[in-house]
């Protein structure tokens, strides 16, 4: 599950804290889970593992502010790719 | 100009543009009259609860409409408001409750699950909360049913306006005391060097805990302009920044280096129209020339000043950037003393320096703190006193920054003569930050120390020992350290070493700690380029 995959990356990587609680719908910005340069490494991780390229414009509270938003957008955009390549 | 108090022009705006927008957040707005009106029911609201002229009053909130009701009601009701950031951590804000003597604190219910955690010995009066706690509460609801006519008390433009808290090396953060008059010096500053006008939408992007804020919010109303305050989300996404801009048609913008590069590099402004935009001012730290020579590319028609002043002196020089040639990488200067400022550079003895002398830079100006609040110590330290004609003699703050001037008359930023350093615009204290990290029982020495992080800005890494026979899991320091510390001044990186390298009179050396840290990230590159 890429939500599953998301989430263990903010605990382990950004939070630093395995046993860090954070919920699909929780506001990663508001709880303070993201912040500036957490956002970076995210987009960063997240166009790595999926070989993705975010664009600027799609770095956007609409897209990342919770883990189930990010999982749409991804869902989105892995639909996008696996459309073009068929 | 409208009166001495830096609230006065609320009511002088609510009489002639009544209906002009006062305050702007996410397309709603709120008007003078009602910003007037509403401010004066919270003052009542304040004083039938027991506020007594000059009490300190909290405001723990996200940004909003009822941000801007609360500054003006606390201090049309005498009090001085206290900037409290609403993502600091809960020992921070219990330690400033206490520190500040605050029982009273406007709020909102989206804050009532932290304030729930606070011990505190006294429970504070909560205004603008509606939800159960076990504090004294009054929701907006319960405010609205107070009066609304003006309010008379004896307040002059000595007396205190607001207590601004800022990293402090022991541990604890520490209070700025700051004027009526001092605010009023900084926003009439402010509104003159850009020439604010009542159709401008100023910015309030910068959190009301930093400095830059009272430029937003005071500057804007002396003429009667519109505060536009951006939701602490957006601040984070450059591309929903760039896109505020241009839906709520910004105007001016103050903030920091940091928030202009990531807008210039990731903020899609090629799709947006900012051709609202008319003036950056940008302050808090040195704004790399490459990336300014960028922005001003992207944003042709708009100027730019570079504004500097610690938060003890805000505003206390200034310089507006001409375009910048492609070839040149000179740092920005900090420019000249604002307009009833004047300074000194002095050397190791207090001695002034002359032309091209590197020392520091002391500023007496009409901006300047009252002082530390409580803090004695740092009241005696703090300030450098040169005797003048009658009693009182003429007090300059010493700034801790080392400076240099030419014969061009441009002051020149060199860096700091003491710990404290700049992260994205944040004040911090590296002392504090060991200080948070050595507070663990299993640590026994931490190291705290900044790398330059490539964009302008300095990012912070620690290294610690441990106690003898002590283990730490992965990630407990960090929790730790969260837990005492606003998250900007948390380390990136915390390395467990078993010794830290020492300089030849056993001091921890920290430049050797940094250096380090350095050449590992080179060769990181490097293996990565390979």
């Known amino acids: 599950m890429n939500i599953d995959t998301i989430r263990h990356f903010i605990k382990n990587e950004i939070l630093d804290d395995p046993n860090a609680c954070v919920d699909n719908d929780d506001d990663l910005l508001l709880t303070q889970v993201l912040d500036s340069l957490g956002i970076m490494r995210l987009v960063a991780y997240i166009e790595e593992t999926w070989s993705l390229e975010i664009p600027a414009a799609d770095v956007t509270l609409d897209n990342f502010s919770s883990l189930r938003q990010i999982d749409a957008y991804l869902a989105c955009r892995t639909e996008d790719v696996q459309v073009a390549t068929s | 100009m409208i009166d001495f108090l830096i609230h006065s022009p609320i009511s002088h705006f609510a009489r002639n543009t009544p209906h002009h927008e006062a305050l702007s957040f996410r397309g709603e707005s709120m008007s003078y009259a009602s910003l007037d009106e509403a ?187 519109t505060v536009v305050l951006v939701p602490e989300q957006v601040t984070k996404f450059p591309a929903n920044w760039s896109e505020y801009i241009q839906s709520e048609r910004i105007s001016i913008v103050f903030t920091v280096p940091f928030t202009l590069i990531e807008m210039q590099q990731r903020g899609a402004m090629e799709q947006r129209d900012l051709s609202s935009l008319r003036w950056v001012l940008f302050g808090g730290e040195p704004y790399p020339p490459k990336h300014l020579r960028a922005l001003m590319k992207a944003l042709p028609d708009a100027r730019f000043t570079n504004v500097y002043g610690p938060a003890e002196a805000p505003s206390c020089s200034c310089y507006d950037v001409p375009v910048l040639d492609d070839a040149d990488d000179t740092p920005i200067p900090i420019g000249t003393v604002s307009h009833n400022s004047a300074y000194l550079i002095l050397d190791d003895n207090d001695q002034e320096c002359s032309y091209g002398e590197p020392g520091e830079l002391c500023i007496r100006s009409s901006t300047l703190t009252k002082g530390y609040w409580k803090r004695p110590d740092l009241n005696a330290r703090a300030f450098y006193r040169v005797e003048s004609f009658g009693p009182f003699p003429h007090v300059f703050f010493r700034t801790g920054d080392v400076v240099v001037q030419y014969k061009d008359g441009l002051l020149r930023y060199l860096g700091r003569n003491d710990r404290m350093i700049k992260t994205r615009g944040h004040r911090v204290e590296l002392d504090e930050v060991e200080a948070a990290l050595t507070s663990h029982a299993a640590v026994s020495e931490a190291a705290a120390f900044a790398v330059d992080d490539g964009r302008g800005s300095k990012a912070i890494h620690a290294a610690v020992t441990l106690e003898d026979g002590k283990n730490l899991a992965s990630g407990t320091l960090h929790r730790h350290a969260r837990s005492k510390i606003p998250a900007y001044a948390l380390p990136l990186e915390i390395i467990v070493v078993s010794d830290l390298p020492r300089t030849s009179s056993g001091k921890i050396d920290r430049k050797r700690l940094a250096e380090q840290k350095v050449a590992e990230g080179m060769n990181e590159h490097r293996e990565e380029s390979f």
């Open chain 2, 39 to 225: 401010s004066n029911q919270l003052a009542h609201a304040l004083i039938h609860s027991g506020l007594g002229k000059q009490d300190r009053v909290g405001i723990y909130m996200y940004k909003g409409l009822d941000l801007g009701v609360a500054i003006y009601g606390i201090l049309k009701a005498g009090g001085v408001f206290v900037p409290l950031d609403p993502f600091m951590p809960v020992e921070r804000l219990a330690f400033i409750l206490a520190d500040c003597e605050i029982t009273h604190l406007v709020s909102s219910d989206a804050l009532v699950r932290t304030l729930s955690k606070l011990t505190l010995s006294l429970s504070p009066q909560l205004y603008g909360v509606s939800q159960d706690t076990s504090c004294p509460h009054l929701a907006w609801e319960d405010i609205r049913s107070f009066p609304s006519s003006a309010l008379k008390n004896q307040l002059i433009d000595q007396d205190l306006g607001y207590i601004m808290y800022t990293s402090g090396s022991t541990g604890n953060p520490k209070g700025m005391m700051h004027t009526h008059h001092g605010s009023v010096s900084y926003a009439r500053w402010g509104a003159l060097h850009v020439g604010l006008m009542a159709q401008d939408r100023v910015a309030s992007h910068a959190p009301l805990h930093f400095d830059l804020s009272i430029f937003d919010f005071f500057s804007t109303v002396q003429v009667g302009g």
